[in-house]
C-alpha cells in the first residue's frame, strides 16, 4: 500500500488531521477519496470464515 501517497492525499487533498487520517480504515479512506464501490462489501460466506478463525468468546483452558 503506499502509504506515503495516501497520508498526503489525506493530509493535503482532504484537509485531514494526522489523527483523523489514521483513524479511518482504509475503505473508509477510498470511499473518501472517490472510490466508490471500489471493494465489494464483506459477505457470509467471509463473515462466517472470519468469525470461525477469530472466535470473539475464547476462553483460556488453563484458567478456565
Do not use: C, H, S
Not at 487520517?21 to 463473515?47: D, K, S
Request: aromatic residues 8%; glycine residues 10%.
Amino acid at each position: 500500500m503506499d502509504w506515503a501517497g495516501l497520508l498526503q492525499k489525506g493530509l493535503y487533498q482532504l484537509r485531514l488531521t494526522p489523527r483523523d487520517f489514521w483513524a479511518l480504515t482504509p475503505a473508509e479512506l477510498q470511499i473518501m477519496l472517490g472510490a466508490v464501490g471500489a471493494q465489494a462489501p464483506m459477505g457470509r460466506v467471509q463473515l462466517d470464515a472470519l468469525l470461525r478463525d477469530f472466535p470473539d468468546d475464547v476462553k483460556d483452558e488453563t484458567n478456565g
